[in-house]
């Protein structure tokens, strides 16, 4: 082999292991903190320590939402229906923010067990439909859930 | 079936409240069709009159070798 | 089988067949294109949640898909130039890498154009977003490796080794979502109840979507490597004959 193609050789190999070295070494280092967020069950656990720069996903709690009418503070809950982590907010929420929602939101923990958000951003899941089909399935789940209560209170009727 | 979910051209132009959003990605994506099917038949074009060029270059400098050669073989006898 | 295997290993027959299929192939991809953006901009129903972003979803995921096919492509053709030195191959593998680079590009700018009124942000460091900012990186890796590196041989190897290397990345970006908890949501299942999420209003039009932005992929890759073909062959009978006949 000649000497110069030796050295393109040397080149390629020094360039393949080097990217190959920093991938590897980037996916180790991402492999502990890849995970966006935190669920209220790991925050409830102990597993944030106050102060510290973290971010919770969870769902908004239904009628937890409360406007301050000064400003544009809004504190609300997330739950993971396990755990509930307080969160207080003051900023632009995105579109999709709403009661029931999933929601991501970055900041810290006080002290006191409150989580003070410097964004929250939404987070939505894999399902799209239309507006139509949302409300048929929801019409057919509120019909389900009427259902089960009038059997409940037929047999506890039979009781009597 | 699917039915047309616009009942007139202002309606679709605004997209909601997204119509910024929506008409960005979709004039994206033509500029990126007519980049990937134009840019290589202009790369062909620019090759093959490069091409050309150096056939006809090659061709000049043969002959006038050619009269050179003619030149120099008579001026020798 | 040895036989056909040589004969598509031979620029200049890739090149005469590819010449007869390209017209068809831009039928199909004309046809396909015109169907899908007009079912995704005037027929798909507005989401209940997202409302007409919905439509973003139609250029994004197509191009983002289309995305990750180019590494282990290129992965592919790498290894057939490593083991048997098939020069097409390598021709293939070059031409794919710039078309990678535009479509993961194409795939983060929309995905960021998305993200910004639905998610509240266009870009976060969430599992999916960074191992595909990752693969752009890596095809910008693959298109300096080969422009610096002289030699063509050299650089074909050294570029099939990286592809090859690089090929990891893919199901990363395809699990990413599945393995962490990250902002942007897991694949959907489809569904062929119209009244269930998911519905074949939804992604019919997604799989035509798909199949057009397919033929650009391929008709642009067959596009570039017939000029990569008449680049490297420039010496050969063929190419010149094939010069002195055409009209420009």
């Known amino acids: 082999m000649k000497s110069h193609r030796k050295k393109t050789l040397g080149i390629i190999l020094f360039i393949a292991a080097g990217l190959s070295v920093a991938i590897g070494l980037s996916l180790y280092a991402l492999s502990s903190n890849i995970d966006l967020f935190y669920t209220p069950t790991q925050v409830a656990a102990g597993e944030v320590t106050p102060g510290q720069r973290i971010r919770v996903g969870g769902m908004v709690k239904e009628g937890s939402v409360k406007h301050s009418e000064e ?23 995105p579109d999709l923010f709403r009661e029931g929602q999933g929601i991501v939101a970055e900041g810290s923990m006080t002290p006191e067990g409150q989580f003070v958000a410097s964004r929250v951003l939404a987070k939505h899941d894999e399902n799209y439909m239309s507006v139509e089909v949302k409300a048929a399935m ?10 089960q209560i009038q059997e409940q209170g037929q047999s506890q009727g039979n009781y009597q | 079936m699917p039915t047309l979910q616009f009942s007139s051209l202002s309606e679709f132009v605004q997209m909601g409240t997204y119509s910024f959003h929506v008409w960005v990605v979709y004039l994206l994506f033509v500029l990126f069709v007519g980049y990937n099917l134009i840019l290589p038949g202009v790369q062909r074009k620019q090759f093959i009159r490069q091409q050309k060029r150096r056939v006809a270059r090659d061709a000049e400098l043969a002959t006038q070798a050619a009269s050179r050669q003619g030149l120099n073989n008579r001026s020798a006898e | 089988m040895w036989v056909w295997f040589a004969k598509l290993g031979s620029p200049r027959w890739f090149y005469e067949l590819s010449g007869k299929w390209l017209p068809w192939l831009y039928a199909a991809m004309t046809l396909l294109m015109l169907v899908g953006l007009t079912w995704a901009l005037l027929f798909v129903p507005e989401d209940y949640q997202q409302g007409h972003t919905i439509r973003i979803m139609y250029v994004h995921v197509p191009v983002a898909s289309i995305s990750l096919a180019c590494f282990p492509l290129m992965a592919v053709a790498g290894a057939i130039t490593l083991v048997w030195k098939m020069k097409l191959a390598d021709m293939v593998a070059k031409c794919v890498a710039p078309i990678g680079l535009w479509f993961t590009g194409l795939a983060l700018a929309t995905g960021a154009i998305w ?32 422009s610096a590196i002289e030699s063509t041989d050299a650089a074909a190897k050294a570029c099939a080794v990286l592809a090859i290397v690089g090929a990891i990345n893919v199901p990363i970006i395809k699990y990413s979502v599945e393995w962490w908890n990250t902002l942007h949501q897991p694949a959907s299942s489809i569904s062929f109840d119209s009244a269930a999420p998911n ?49 420009s």
């Not at chain 1, 503070?73 to 632009?92: E, K, L, P, W």
């Not at chain 3, 266009?122 to 977003?129: F, G, K």
């Not at chain 3, 650009?216 to 017939?226: A, E, G, Q, V």
């Open chain 1, 71 to 93: 400003q544009l503070q809004v504190n609300f809950i997330t739950t993971d229906y396990a755990h509930d982590v307080d969160v207080q907010y003051s900023g632009i929420l």
């Open chain 1, 138 to 147: 929801d019409a057919a789940e509120r019909q389900r859930v009427m259902g």
């Open chain 3, 199 to 247: 519905p074949p209003e939804v992604w019919v039009p997604l799989l035509i979507m798909i199949g057009a932005v397919y033929l650009l992929f391929i008709i642009s890759l067959i596009l570039r490597t017939r000029n990569e073909i008449l680049i490297r062959e420039r010496r050969s009978q063929w190419v010149t004959d094939l010069i002195t006949r055409s009209q």
């Open chain 3, 115 to 146: 993200g910004q009124p639905i998610w509240g942000t266009w870009w976060a460091w969430d599992a999916r977003l960074t191992s595909m900012l990752i693969q752009f990186f890596l095809f910008v890796g693959v298109i300096a490796l080969r």
